[in-house]
């Protein structure tokens, strides 16, 4: 994880990928395969304080260090959405605290590929809507995947994934695609009947 945090191999979800089940990690393990995970959830402020309190926890050992918080992918990926990696995250929750002289000086790691062409850091790819596919495209691109021609919501990088998807799919793709019932029309009101006046 770690190193393919240091090397820009890292694709994070914005929104939740599987509904309440979290965001999406797609990097680049050390063999050079796409790998992916989930993480929850967790704003900025939840993440850096879990970490200020690896920081205080133990004055003397550093329990904060970048390869234990690597460990958890709930703690690493929320920090690296907000802070870009861990040591600037450490540097962010306690500044006070002297890095350098902790963990060492920063080593400049040599950025690999990236995980498809053209992308730069920023860049907002799209993932192929197959949930084990972990085909990607830069989202601006047109025609590369194909939307799903019943919805036009989901869009796919072949037909395997495609066919592959639909058990799942199925369920939002005919929700999208029926249109709701028109409500039957109200019945035609009646004036009501005028009050007899008597003298």
Not at 170 to 199: G, I, M, N, R
């Amino acid at each position: 994880r770690l190193q393919s945090v240091a090397t820009a191999s890292v694709v994070l979800s914005l929104s939740e990928a599987l509904p309440c089940r979290g965001h999406l990690a797609i990097f680049r393990g050390s063999n050079g395969i796409l790998m992916s995970e989930t993480f929850k959830d967790y704003g900025r402020g939840e993440a850096e304080v879990a970490l200020a309190s690896l920081v205080a926890s133990q004055p003397g050992r550093v329990v904060a260090h970048p390869l234990f918080v690597a460990q958890d992918p709930n703690l690493l990926w929320p920090l690296i959405l907000s802070h870009g990696c861990i040591r600037a995250a450490l540097e962010y929750v306690a500044p006070h605290v002297d890095w350098d002289a902790r963990l060492g000086n920063v080593v400049p790691v040599k950025a690999c590929a990236p995980l498809i062409d053209g992308a730069t850091s920023g860049t907002i790819l799209r993932r192929c809507g197959a949930d084990v596919c972990l085909n990607l495209e830069m989202e601006e691109s047109k025609g590369k995947f194909s939307l799903c021609s019943r919805c036009r919501r989901r869009r796919y990088c072949s037909v395997a994934c495609q066919r592959s998807d639909w058990f799942l799919h199925k369920a939002e793709c005919s929700k999208v695609a029926t249109p709701p019932k028109p409500a039957p029309p109200l019945p035609e009101a009646t004036p009501p009947p005028k009050p007899v006046l008597s003298p």
